[in-house]
């Protein structure tokens, strides 16, 4: 059975240590054969170690939770504190959303959703985080519910968002729903 071992610098808070771990570890699931029970994973730590000629005794900054960053953006959007949403979005973010329509800035979103429906919200039922590189790729997945422009009420409607994450702030969103399917029906 596998084991890995990470070592790390002192500083590290406990929290990022079994998240280090954790996700270590099912890297190591998705390419060998073995059952969680079966795979090790834990830490060293080194009190200093020297490269390129510097010596080093404490650890770098950890990324904070990337889905974590996602939902205090999609809550923010959600209430329309467009303010603080911004605070989550790297310079030269970008979305696109359904039929190719791309923005770089909230207030479009919003202005464009004025068009589409009175009130709109999202429940969310999962969240899957991956990895690649320094990126972190997160998906949520759940239903919009709300008021098209006449005030009928909608709900159930499935949707997809893709974010990329990186060092905390968001650089691209991708959204797919099946709003404009439901609008051509109701």
Request: net charge neutral.
């Amino acid at each position: 059975m596998p084991v890995t071992q990470i070592t790390l610098l002192p500083g590290y808070s406990p929290e990022v240590r079994e998240r280090l771990v954790a996700r270590v570890s099912h890297a190591v699931a998705s390419v060998i054969a073995a059952p969680p029970a079966g795979i090790t994973t834990f830490i060293n730590e080194a009190a200093t170690y020297q490269r390129d000629a510097r010596v080093f005794v404490a650890g770098n900054h950890a990324h904070p939770v990337a889905t974590e960053v996602v939902k205090a953006f999609l809550a923010a959007m959600q209430a329309r504190e467009l303010d603080r949403a911004q605070a989550f979005l790297a310079p030269g973010f970008q979305m696109q959303f359904p039929g190719g329509v791309r923005f770089t800035t909230l207030q479009q979103l919003v202005d464009w959703g004025r068009q589409r429906y009175r009130s709109v919200g999202k429940t969310f039922e999962t969240f899957d985080e991956a990895w690649s590189g320094t990126t972190s790729v997160v998906h949520c997945h759940g239903t919009l519910s709300g008021e098209w422009p006449d005030g009928q009420a909608f709900a159930g409607i499935r949707f997809i968002d893709r974010f990329e994450v990186q060092d905390g702030l968001l650089h691209r969103q991708d959204v797919w729903n099946d709003l404009g399917e439901h609008r051509r029906h109701s």
